[in-house]
């Protein structure tokens, strides 16, 4: 009676979202977070290398209050000669202020400033430190190693060497960057250079939330300081201040916090598209997907260049079940950034769920060119290949994703599913067994495990499959026909009765089924 082997695959696509918050957006900013261990970062050139060459040109930036007194101490970096670059907040409520180099003082006026990005100019005629070697911040990745030199409360020079953490968008294509490397209080305004000792920021440390944030502003910026010649403060709030509170908040994962914030945010800055970003991943983590929705594409009115929005919106409309919205969100952010493989792997997931199952080969396929370690892709892909009737694929595809996670259990499941679809019977017991070992409360696996055994002729190991996804789902009506054709070809016609009692209640259809092939056979002996 079994001369077809049935396998109900467990198609649950897997995104590449994490688990446990819901829409999981990539929260505040982050392209990509990593982890650090203490192992020394291979530089080009050794971080001492780096503060030999690049230390005779951190200054200390001292800011004097209308009595004379010392009210902020920071560093700063001598880019051209007299020329020196620190941070805003150092200097932003200096009556007048100095700059001292090796022991020797001077006076410096403001030259050019930037308060909403946090960067300011200071001009220091008789500064003839050397300047440094610029780079370039646009060519940074997470994980680049680093080293911030600054000056602490004006004390000696210090360095901290470290990696790029994470970039962080701050909207029209422009990132600010944080970093493993130290950057003590009172070191605000110092370098960062990269493994070649060009600087690539300047630092920047911010107590928010309780927490201590390093960051350093890219030091393209300094390019763009002659289009602000302003001499006072033009904000009361700079975005710089409202970002970096929103990653603290971020961190915290507080997310009532983040939406009371990201409020005010757009309330005083309706143009910055990143405070509408923070506000719909405020809305996105608590749930209020249609908010999150809004507040998203208000930001890319203002921004269409923000691959992170197009991403979180993409997921967004995958909440709401908006797939043919949530694909366009997708397709945009991996035109941005063709390498951007979570939205690729989204992106599959859209597809998949629309049944365009080649356009999501191709965009898993591509997820899995950037990132090969990626167990999801790799379980979906084989979903596809199954769909496809591509069993050698889809095998190879499951096969891959176990050995990045042999606990996965679906992936065992499912290449059951295929193994049995290509009749390879005893291989795909092999797999049902793994996949209920790991997880047990696997109906489907259950089931699959008894048709299994049922096409192998293992009526009794079939029969205990089948009442253990009973037991399990006892609604189950595909589990009750088979569980009835094996009390039929056991001869317990008690056992049949009793199935096809059941099924009359749950699925008339499949208990005219079991009537067919198993009751009435009895009945006519």
């Known amino acids: 009676m079994w001369s077809v082997f049935l396998g109900k695959q467990v198609n649950a696509l897997r995104t590449s979202q994490a688990s446990g918050s819901g829409i999981a957006c990539r929260l505040g900013l982050a392209l990509l977070a990593l982890a650090f261990s203490a192992v020394t970062p291979a530089f080009a050139k050794t971080p001492q290398q780096i503060f030999a060459q690049d230390a005779p040109s951190i ?84 994980g680049a190693e680093v080293v911030a030199i600054g000056a602490p409360e004006g004390l000696e020079l210090t360095i901290s060497s470290g990696l790029v953490s994470s970039l962080r968008d701050f909207g029209n294509g422009t990132k600010i960057i944080q970093t493993s490397a130290a950057i003590s209080p009172g070191s605000s305004g110092g370098g960062l250079f990269d493994d070649e000792g060009r600087l690539v920021g300047i630092t920047a440390a911010y107590f928010k939330e309780g927490q201590n944030l390093n960051f350093a502003l890219p030091a393209n910026w300094i390019a763009q300081l002659p289009d602000h010649p302003a001499k006072v403060r033009t904000v009361e709030t700079s975005t710089v201040d409202w970002m970096t509170t929103t990653v603290a908040l971020e961190a915290k994962n507080d997310w009532s916090g983040l ?138 595809a499951y096969k891959q994703a176990i050995k990045l996670d042999p606990t996965f259990e679906k992936a065992w499941s499912n290449l059951g599913v295929v193994y049995g679809s290509s009749h390879k019977l005893a291989a795909a017991q092999s797999a049902y067994e793994r996949a209920v070992k790991l997880d047990p409360t696997d109906v489907e696996a259950w089931f699959n495990l008894g048709n299994c055994y049922g096409a192998l002729r293992q009526s009794a190991a079939a029969k205990s499959a089948f009442e253990h996804a009973i037991k399990l789902d006892p609604t189950d009506a595909q589990a009750w026909l088979s569980l009835g054709v094996i009390y039929s070809m056991e001869g317990n016609r008690d056992g049949a009765n009793e199935a096809y009692q059941h099924l009359r209640k749950l699925d008339p259809a499949q208990a005219d089924k079991l009537f067919n092939i198993a009751i009435l056979p009895q009945d006519q002996h």
Not at 64 to 73: H, R, V
Not at 77 to 90: E, K, L, S
Not at 327 to 342: M, N
């Open 259 to 396: 939406l009371d914030h990201a409020r005010r945010w757009v309330h005083a800055q309706p143009q910055v598209g990143m405070g509408w970003f923070a506000l719909g991943v405020a809305y996105g983590d608590l749930h209020q997907y249609a908010a999150a929705k809004n507040a998203y594409e208000q930001g890319i009115t203002i921004d269409p260049t923000n691959v992170d929005a197009w991403y979180n919106l993409g997921n967004i409309y995958s909440a709401l079940h908006q797939y043919a919205a949530a694909q366009s969100a997708y397709e945009r952010a991996v035109k941005l950034d063709p390498t951007f493989e979570k939205a690729w792997s989204n992106l599959g997931v859209v597809y998949d769920a629309l049944h365009q199952y080649a356009a999501a080969e191709n965009a898993y396929e591509q997820g899995i060119k950037i990132d090969p370690t990626n167990v999801n892709t790799w379980y979906n892909l084989g979903n596809v290949y199954n769909a496809l009737h591509q069993y050698a694929a889809a095998q190879s």
């Open 59 to 142: 200054v200390v930036v001292t800011a004097y209050d209308a009595s004379g007194q010392p009210a902020m101490l920071g560093s700063g970096v001598v880019i051209a000669r007299g020329q020196v670059v620190t941070n805003c907040h150092v200097i932003k409520d200096a009556v007048s202020l100095r700059v001292k180099q090796n022991n020797t003082t001077y006076k410096a006026t403001l030259h050019y400033a930037d308060f909403d990005r946090d960067v300011c100019q200071l001009s220091v005629p008789e500064l003839t430190a050397p300047p440094i070697s610029m780079g370039d911040a646009k060519t940074l990745q997470p």
